[in-house]
């Protein structure tokens, strides 16, 4: 039962081994496949290739198979090749002729181009309102504990004094850029393939300004073929975003392993949040953060491993690009699990108070004691030399205290202002524009 099959049987082995996960991932697009049918056969009516009668047809059974997807009860048959033939099936076992009419104009390369970018478009949005969660939390716990001093380091070497307040809103500042590369992403996909067809376009007279409005896309991919292009492209540059976040992750998620360690013991979290040993009874094991770096390790890698499978594709559609799925539509799962992860845990922590008052940080402070000196008078060189002889015989006794006031210092953490870039870049999504444009479609 495929929609291109004409009077040959396809061998059975040559099937199963082309046809692949299609399905499994094939169903994750449904939703949005029924949403790009929508759009085309409302244009396919307005240029004269539907009548008013087949469009309230096809539009009413649409829009009860999109109920069925909602609803968890939609299925892709195991005789059918792939989602846009199983909705085609459905819809022409249960409308009749008129739901043969609703291919006219595309090809499933377009079809499919135009459901994975309204498909990103929505994973996008998830894993930005995940960010934007986690974000808050880490201002919060900046705020929270701006005034609780710990270790810095430089080549895993006590350094100088840091703060919590630091800490948290370091990765609160990162995630701010990482929002930039997601947006760049989002906008990459933000646009409508819809009526390239096979990639070299049609002899109908679609309009494709009309379907970029109806599915609420920022703009069209114009060059037919360049739209073709794009499948790959857009799943490396879309990588590329969720790689940005998966690092920030991973670095947090280092720095938990470390910081929960006895060695360290700058923090802590309830028993239930951390694993046991089989046979060590005093283990409290980080298994949250580890397995949260090793995802987001493996989403850093997911870049390179979508340009390896595509480097050298020329133009026009290959079948090797199916396979982007299996490695893509997982990452979405996995980068949102570990924003959620990172929350739960972070909602949870506890922090160690009076760090520093440890004999062996007191070193942290001989910058603090050179910058005293120098205040005093003392040229720098002189003041560093003798902090230098003092440390080298014993008698170095710092006072430990810090006094940061500039920007983005210990004493002046510029969450506020953090904060506002967070907002102006959550603003360019414009997902309000997406919001109307499908529930005009759905209605």
């Given amino acids: 039962m495929k929609i291109w099959q004409k009077t040959t049987n396809v061998n059975e082995l040559v099937e199963s081994f082309t046809v692949g996960r299609d399905r499994e991932f094939d169903l994750q697009l449904a939703a949005f496949d029924v949403l790009g049918s929508l759009a085309h056969t409302q244009m396919l009516e307005s240029i004269g290739l539907m009548s008013t009668e087949d469009l309230q047809l096809v539009q009413q059974e649409l829009k009860k198979i999109y109920q069925e997807i909602e609803a968890g009860s939609f299925t892709i048959q195991p005789e059918v090749e792939d989602v846009h033939s199983q909705i085609e099936w459905l819809l022409t076992q249960r409308i009749g002729e008129a739901g043969k009419k609703i ?84 906008k990459v996909a933000n646009k409508n393939p819809l009526g390239a067809a096979a990639g070299y376009g049609s002899s109908f007279p679609l309009n494709r300004t009309l379907t970029t409005k109806l599915l609420g896309f920022e703009s069209l991919n114009y060059n037919v073929v360049y739209a073709l292009m794009g499948r790959g492209k857009t799943e490396r540059i879309v990588a590329q975003g969720l790689s940005a976040v998966a ?35 005093h283990k409290k094991n980080p298994d ?65 108070e009076a760090i520093l008052e440890d004999e062996r940080y007191q070193y942290l402070f001989s910058v603090e004691e050179t910058n005293r000196r120098v205040l005093s008078g003392v040229p720098f060189r002189e003041a560093y030399q003798q902090i230098g002889a003092e440390i080298e015989n014993a008698s170095f006794s710092p006072i430990k205290t810090v006094n940061h006031t500039h920007e983005g210092s210990i004493g002046n953490l510029c969450n506020e202002e953090i904060t506002e870039c967070m907002q102006d870049v959550l603003k360019l999504f414009h997902f309000e524009k997406i919001d109307a444009a499908i529930e005009k479609l759905l209605s």
């Fill in 288 to 352: 949250v953060w580890e397995i949260m770096r090793g995802k987001c390790n493996r989403i850093q890698a997911l870049p390179n491993d979508i340009a390896l499978m595509t480097t050298n594709l020329p133009s026009g559609y290959h079948r090797d690009l199916q396979l982007l799925k299996e490695t893509l539509f997982p990452a979405f799962i996995d980068l949102k699990d570990c924003l959620q992860m990172a929350a739960f845990m972070l909602e949870n922590i506890s922090v160690k």
């Fill in 103 to 186: 291919h006219s104009g595309r090809s499933r390369n377009d079809q499919v181009l135009v459901d994975l970018k309204l498909f990103f478009r929505h994973e996008i949005r998830e894993i930005v309102s995940l960010v934007k969660t986690l974000f808050d939390l880490l201002i919060k716990l900046s705020n929270q504990y701006k005034d609780v001093l710990l270790p810095g380091y430089t080549h895993l070497q006590i350094a100088m004094p840091s703060s919590f307040g630091l800490w948290f809103g370091a990765y609160a500042e990162s995630l701010v850029d990482d929002l930039e590369m997601v947006l760049a992403s989002y």
């Fill in 247 to 281: 690092a920030t992750l991973a670095k947090m998620a280092v720095d938990q392993t470390l910081y929960l360690s006895q060695n360290f013991s700058f923090v802590s979290y309830p028993d239930q949040l951390t694993t046991g040993s089989s046979i060590m009874p």
